[in-house]
């Protein structure tokens, strides 16, 4: 049994991780036609017998292939039907009348929600029927304008407020659509990888401006029961817990709404290793399992005394009784809760377990660890890119190979299993958290130590008791608040995290595999060697640009600017990019992660000016680089001042670094007397090297631009930041001339409502031969002052067939 289960396995594995390093997704005949022969080498096989695999060493490699081969057919063959349900392009940016269901729990904030929408019938405007995606993810945002037509202007409409959302609804609403589009940036998060894995072809938001068709309600249906009692829990959760930020943590923990936990939380948690908590574990569907087993067994053992003419162990024993009920009631929970991937891996383990018990079978635990990944694999290849996924599947491997897992009989017994399973689990994935997130909680060890039977025997048990008795929720509360105060006093601690630059995978492999060794019960010389193979993660350092030139990268962030330059020893962050909610922002999202997964120390900040779609990630960006000074225009009253000391850009201001000349052009100091407005002031840089220089120029206009070139300042450059995005207020042609770019980079959103960058603006880059780069099509793009006419587009590094082809 072994001999097959174990190569198979192991080939599943292998055959799903090849398929997801496609570029483009091969004709739907090769993939079936792949199936046809893996099938019929199977069946060969079976009704043969070849001789020729009558060695071990042949049967384990044929079961290899062949699991391999399947696993890369049918990975193949599921993303090309799914892709054919891609949205039409020519529906991109139209209003359309759709009709459908409330899919999932809606994600609300204060004046917003998103949700998952089942369509039944869509049409344009002019009653033409047109086909969608089966789901579309779409934004109901309330408070906030938009724009008829595309652009900005005084037919800008404030929406109201959305709606009570409830799954099952259907409702007829107005929206416009996109394909799905993320932000991609070395070593951040793949948008486009995550709408994908959860079925979702097309994005966008509802229109219910005063000049559109009003959102109608059409009833409710009795489809997604389970999603519409969560939200029921969820409503009765914020009804009990006074605290919104307690009542987030209680549902996150009761019905597995992560979003419900306020940012600053998150930023704790992380901080002190123990965010895995504060989702449905498979620490929690575990223990409620085994609370479960010990109640039916108990009462299935005893049934003699409720039916004593035929007790129910006669006909099903107490222990496999007492495993299916512990495994069904795991699998209720874990559907209830968003059926993620750690609760995947715990049913399924469970069930694998329970089957083998039923069939009066025993297998080793780290052949149960494999067949169970394969399976989870099987349901959702595209999982394996999860982080989630490669947390929880290699916690639990550590866990069985270093026999943690061995049941105890005495109180102190099980205290030295749970400082070894903390100490194991702390020090064998801090590689791996290092390789997904750059960085390892110092006080995880600790924290998780207090939280861990804290969460789990106190805080997780009355989130459960208030299905039954509300006021539980608050006691919920009430413990979660102590329990906060201490991880926040932890994270406060300068030390509390390590970060260290992104490593190549070569690395986090060795690092990964070093770490299990070291874990197993092996010679300590093996285990020792395992501590080895971490150092290239513990040492690495990221290349920089030589003495005498530099590097900009344009991060991809969407309507906004940010443009990192790096030197020999220095950089400097121009701009740190939109804000997009009251949750969140670029520096957040994206510029903090970047600096982490490069080890930047950021020596200067430039906000060119106070605009949000320039200024919104400051916060962010600020607090993870406290040591750097800043350059803006902003003026001294505006609330961001009140982060740090801030000193006001003008012109004449200059300095070296590694012999690179850095120069502020432009606001001048009679500039800021006359009041302009923000775009006005914007703050316009330029660098120069020995062959090669760039000019960052923010949000000026024609009226900055004349001024500029009437001045006896070099404005030429090898590389321009397009000027207020592209936008038909800058970019003239005198400017232009003057600067006489190579390269010119326009950082703008995908799609957005202001038009940017405009056609005739880049017409008149084009007569000039420049060479322009958008951040949507690119991503993020990196240039290099000794290869001036070449640039490095994120997009073209790593392509994969579930991104936006244009």
């Known amino acids: ?30 993939y079936w036609g792949l199936g046809v022969v893996v099938v019929l080498a199977c069946a060969l096989f079976y009704l043969w017998r070849l001789r020729v695999l009558a060695e071990s060493w042949l049967q384990t490699a044929f079961w290899s292939v062949l699991a391999c081969t399947l696993a890369f057919t049918l990975a193949g063959a599921r993303a090309g039907h799914f892709l054919q349900t891609a949205l039409n392009p020519a529906l991109e940016g139209r209003t ?102 959860q079925g979702l072809q097309a994005t966008g938001y509802v229109r219910n401006g005063a000049k559109d068709v009003s959102p109608q309600w059409l009833g409710q249906t009795w489809t997604h029961p389970v999603e519409r009692l969560r939200q029921r829990v969820r409503s009765a959760v914020d009804a009990q817990v006074a605290e919104p930020a307690m009542a987030g943590i209680v549902a996150a923990l009761l019905v597995g709404d992560q979003a419900a936990i306020e940012r600053g939380d998150w930023d704790v948690f992380r901080a002190t290793g123990v965010a895995h908590l504060m989702a449905i574990s498979g620490l929690h569907i575990t223990g409620l399992a085994w609370l ?3 109640c039916v067994g108990w009462v299935w053992r005893r049934s003699d005394v409720l039916w004593p003419r035929r007790p129910w162990s006669l006909w099903l024993p107490a222990p496999i009784a007492a495993s299916v009920c512990a495994v069904l009631l795991a699998l209720a929970y874990a559907v209830f809760t968003g059926w993620g991937v750690p609760a995947q891996r715990t049913v399924w383990m469970l069930g694998v377990v329970t089957l083998l018990r039923c069939y009066g079978l025993r297998w080793p635990l780290m052949q149960v660890w494999l067949t169970v990944c394969a399976v989870v694999l099987a349901l959702d290849p595209w999982a394996l890119m ?21 049941h105890t009989s005495s109180l102190w017994a099980a205290v030295q299993r749970m400082w070894r399973e903390q100490w194991l689990m702390s020090v064998c994935l801090a590689p791996l958290s290092l390789l997904f997130f750059h960085q390892v909680s110092v006080v995880g060890l600790f924290a998780n130590l207090l939280a861990v039977p804290w969460v789990t025997l106190v805080v997780t048990p009355l989130c459960m008791l208030g299905l039954v008795m509300p006021f539980a929720w608050s006691l919920a509360a009430e413990a979660l608040q102590g329990l906060v105060w201490v991880l926040k006093a932890c994270a406060a601690v300068s030390w509390a995290q390590w970060s260290t630059p992104a490593v190549p995978l070569w690395a986090g492999a060795a690092a990964l595999i070093g770490m299990g060794t070291w874990a197993m019960r092996v010679p300590m010389w093996l285990r020792l060697f395992g501590v080895v193979l971490v150092l290239p993660v513990l040492s690495w350092q990221t290349a920089r640009p030589a003495h005498g030139t530099f590097e900009l990268v344009a991060a991809d962030m969407g309507q906004g600017h940010a443009v990192l330059l790096r030197t020999a020893t220095h950089s400097l962050l121009y701009d740190t990019g939109p804000r997009y909610s009251a949750e969140t922002d670029a520096g957040q999202r994206v510029l903090v992660p970047l600096l982490r997964a490069w080890g930047e120390r950021v020596d200067r900040i430039v906000i060119s000016h106070q605009d949000s779609d320039h200024s919104g990630g400051a916060p962010a960006v600020m607090a993870m680089q406290p040591q750097a000074d800043v350059l803006t225009s902003m003026p001294a009253e505006h609330p961001l001042q009140q982060l740090g000391r801030m000193q006001r850009c003008e012109r004449g201001q200059s300095w070296l670094w590694d ?13 800021y007397e006359r009041k302009l407005k923000p775009n006005a002031l914007s703050c316009v840089l330029r660098i120069s090297a020995v062959n090669a220089s760039a000019v960052l120029a923010g949000d000026i206009e024609a009226a900055q631009e004349q001024n500029l ?64 780069v958008q951040t949507p099509r690119c991503g993020a793009s990196t240039w290099r002052s000794e290869q001036p006419q070449m640039v490095q587009c994120e997009r073209n590094q790593r392509p994969r067939y579930w991104h936006h082809n244009f």
Do not use: C
């Open 1 to 30: 049994m072994f001999s097959v289960i174990t190569p198979f396995t192991l080939g599943w594995i292998a055959g799903t991780a090849l398929q997801l390093q496609q570029v483009q997704l091969w004709p739907a005949d090769m």
């Open 96 to 197: 359309l009348q759709v009709v459908g269901i409330v899919a999932n729990l809606p994600q609300r904030s204060e004046d917003s929600a998103r949700f998952k929408f089942k369509v039944e019938s869509a049409r344009g405007m002019d009653g033409t029927q047109v086909h969608l995606p089966p789901q579309l993810l779409l934004g109901w945002y309330g408070n906030r304008r938009h724009a008829h037509g595309g652009h900005s202007g005084s037919d800008d409409q404030v929406q109201p407020p959305p709606a009570d959302l409830r799954p099952g609804d259907r409702w007829q609403l107005a929206v416009r659509l996109k394909t799905p589009h993320g932000h991609i940036n070395p070593h951040g998060f793949d948008y486009e990888l995550w709408l994908w894995e």
């Open 292 to 294: 479960a087993a010990l």
């Open 386 to 406: 999860q982080a989630g996924f490669w947390l929880s599947f290699v916690a639990v491997g550590v866990l069985f190979a270093s026999g943690v897992q061995e």
């Open 659 to 671: 012999g690179v000349r850095l120069e502020v052009l432009h606001p001048s100091a009679a500039d």
């Open 709 to 772: 070139v009437q001045s006896d300042q070099t404005l030429q450059a090898d590389w321009l930041l397009v000027p207020h995005h592209g936008s038909a207020t800058s970019s003239t042609q005198a400017f232009l001339e003057a600067v006489g770019p190579s390269v010119a980079v326009v950082q703008a959103g995908y799609r957005n409502r202001f038009g940017h960058p405009r056609s005739d603006v880049l017409q008149r880059y084009s007569d000039l031969g420049v060479q322009v």
